[in-house]
């Protein structure tokens, strides 16, 4: 910290890809004498990780929030303790189906000094290996404290104007030999959040829902329990949402459920058409479940003897392990961090980060949060951070502009230049290394870079790739002139005259 104060403490809690490359940063320094990398899974890997029975399917919740469906555990009043284990549902498991593959060109999506084996676009296991192998590649898997759930993280305030603010961290572990829970306390002078966002699924509020699922138990579910098209053989299907994920489902389902598969959307994504492909129906939103099984639209039309509604339809953020500091992490009704500053610091909190918060380019865009905080907490930043006014008033304009736009805070476009402007603000802040070689340094974001993100697409989309209209034979003509063409079938590359949104992701 740039008043003297030292850090030299820092807990890391999620070993997840966000997880991995902190803990990288913060060994490269060379500065703290103790790091600590929290993870509730058997394994690093985070949402990764591939959990191929999901069940038990929980209650649909419609319209809840995570304080409500996810709240924190009752912690023993004495500790260390050890404990029956508990049986909360916590929301470990992951969303992985067993086809899901990458969807951002590996180069952009990799961390800047390793690639994944192979690319652009690779199976789930390959970056759950990559993450799990990149602990060892910079030997911080003795970091690693497995099996082990942040239950609590306190702000204890310093006792003097010379020291830091410090925190307390309530662990529970779950002990698989003995099957008991210990449980116990730890002390560090900065925490850094990477517990990652893809664990509580959200399902809208809509007219009847409660009761039909009341009604018809097992009919309706998130895409976060599917795994596979082969349980809905001969099913009459709606996939709600048309994101990556309710994309995918809705293709997956034509190999199996009955024909058409039905996709309610809100709006047309990047890659329709003017037509649904075969064997999908195009609905608008859900009006209303009726107690018949009845489903009614926005457009008056309906649907009866549905077997099964897939709602993909995301995921709400959730820090259960928040609960006495204030103030919140979380703002809900804006759907954004409370507080926050370039979507990685916190006003109130100078000991307190958070990486793998926007959706950019994944794996890379937390290497630049990683390193920015990394530098920042060893007091070795190139820049320091504005004033609070000056963090105040960027969260105020930007929660301004995008609820202007009608989008996400923490969305970041690329063709507007706001994902240069995002990465080139954590390069200034992080800025070199020393010159004896420690503390990593930014990556660079190359024209190679640039040029895959804005080419290369898993997704064809109309005009230029696998879409079916009639532009198709003109695409296959271009190929041939190196314009467009098309690798194994998987995904196309594309020549453009102007930059795409990430949206994809």
């Excluded at 990398?37 to 591939?50: C, L, M």
């Excluded at 309710?246 to 990047?270: I, N, W």
């Excluded at 000991?351 to 007091?379: D, K």
């Excluded at 402007?421 to 340094?441: M, S």
């Amino acid at each position: 910290m740039g008043d003297g104060k030292k850090i030299r403490s820092v807990a890391v809690v999620g070993a997840g890809a966000a997880g991995a490359v902190t803990a990288a940063a913060l060994k490269a320094e060379n500065y703290f004498e103790r790091i600590r990398v929290f993870e509730r899974r058997e394994t690093a890997g985070g949402t990764w990780i591939f959990d191929s029975d999901p069940t038990p399917s929980l209650e649909v919740r419609p319209g809840r929030l995570p304080p409500d469906v996810d709240p924190p555990l009752d912690i023993p009043q004495e500790l260390p303790q050890i404990t029956a284990p508990n049986r909360q549902e916590r929301f470990s498991k992951t969303p992985i189906y067993n086809s899901l593959t990458t969807n951002v060109p590996d180069i952009a999506m990799c961390f800047s000094d390793r690639r994944f084996a192979y690319g652009p676009f690779t199976p789930h296991y390959i970056p759950c290996q990559y993450v799990e192998s990149y602990f060892s590649l910079h030997k911080t898997d003795s970091l690693l404290v497995l099996n082990t759930t942040v239950e609590d993280i306190s702000k204890q305030n310093p006792s003097s104007k010379d020291e830091l603010e410090r925190w307390k961290l309530t662990l529970r572990k779950y002990d698989p030999s003995r099957h008991v829970d210990v449980w116990w306390e730890e002390t560090f002078d900065a925490v850094i959040l990477a517990n990652g966002h893809y664990s509580v699924p959200y399902i809208p509020r809509v007219k009847g829902l409660e009761e039909y699922t009341q009604k018809f138990p097992g009919r309706v579910m998130h895409s976060k329990y599917y795994r596979s098209p082969l349980p809905y053989a001969s099913k009459r299907v709606i996939v709600v949402g048309n994101s990556a994920s309710g994309h995918d489902l809705t293709t997956e389902l034509v190999s199996a459920a009955q024909r058409p598969v039905y996709q309610s959307r809100r709006s047309k994504s990047r890659w329709d058409g003017d037509a649904p492909p075969a064997g999908i129906r195009w609905k608008p939103v859900i009006q209303e479940y009726q107690a018949s099984g009845r489903v009614v639209f926005e457009d008056g039309t309906h649907l009866d003897d549905v077997d099964a509604v897939v709602y993909c339809t995301g995921y709400k953020a959730s820090f259960p392990f928040w609960r006495g500091s204030a103030p919140a992490l979380w703002d809900y009704a804006d759907d954004k961090l409370a507080g926050g500053y370039w979507h990685t610091f916190f006003r109130a909190h100078a000991t307190l980060g958070i990486v793998g918060l926007p959706r950019v380019l994944t794996f890379r865009s937390f290497e630049y949060q990683a390193v920015a905080l990394a530098r920042l907490f060893a007091g070795r930043n190139a820049v320091p951070l504005p004033s609070v006014a000056e963090q105040e008033r960027w969260e105020r304009e930007r929660l301004e502009q995008t609820r202007r736009e009608r989008r996400k805070f923490h969305d970041i476009q690329w063709e507007s230049g706001e994902t240069m402007e995002w990465l080139g603000g954590l390069f200034e802040i992080a800025g070199l290394g020393t010159l004896k070689g420690e503390g990593r340094i930014p990556p660079a974001l190359t024209d190679e870079m640039v040029w895959a993100i804005e080419h290369i697409r898993k997704y064809p989309e109309p005009g230029n790739g696998r879409d079916g209209d009639e532009k198709e034979s003109a695409t296959k003509a271009s190929a041939e002139n190196g314009q467009t063409s098309k690798r194994d079938d998987e995904w196309v590359l594309v020549e453009r005259q102007h930059k795409d949104l990430l949206g994809f992701i």
